[in-house]
C-alpha cells in the first residue's frame, strides 16, 4: 500500500511540474518586448504607481513565485495592492490578452 502511494504520489507531483511549465510556455517573450516597449516600460521602468522596475529581482521574486497565471489575469484585469496598482492591461484596452501576457513574461524573463 505504502509502495502505491508513494508512486501515485510522484506522479501527480510530476503532472503539476508539467502544468506549470506549459502554462509559462504560451507566453512569447520576444514578441512580449515589443508591447513592454510601447505599453509597459512606462511605469515598470521607472517604478510609477509601484510598479516593479524589470529587473528588480527583490521586487519581482514574490510576484514570480505566485505563477504566470496569477500575473497575467492581474495584469488584464487590473489589480491594486498594498503597494500600488496595476491598470487593466497597462492602460492599453487595445491589447489582446495574449500581448499582455507575452509582456509579463519578458518583463519577468529580466527579473529573475
Do not use: E
Not at 66 to 94: E, L, S, Y
Amino acid at each position: 500500500m505504502f509502495r502505491f502511494v508513494s508512486i501515485a504520489l510522484f506522479a501527480v507531483s510530476i503532472v503539476c511540474m508539467g502544468a506549470t511549465n506549459a502554462s509559462s510556455a504560451r507566453y512569447d517573450k520576444l514578441a512580449g518586448k515589443a508591447t513592454y516597449d510601447a505599453t509597459c516600460a512606462m511605469c515598470h521602468k521607472a517604478g510609477m504607481m509601484g510598479a516593479p522596475k524589470v529587473g528588480d529581482k527583490a521586487a519581482w521574486a514574490a510576484r514570480i513565485k505566485q505563477g504566470m497565471d496569477v500575473m497575467v489575469t492581474r495584469a488584464i484585469n487590473g489589480f491594486r495592492g498594498k503597494k500600488g496598482m496595476m491598470p487593466k492591461k497597462g492602460g492599453n484596452p487595445k491589447l489582446t490578452d495574449a500581448q499582455v501576457g507575452n509582456a509579463v513574461a519578458y518583463m519577468v524573463s529580466r527579473s529573475k
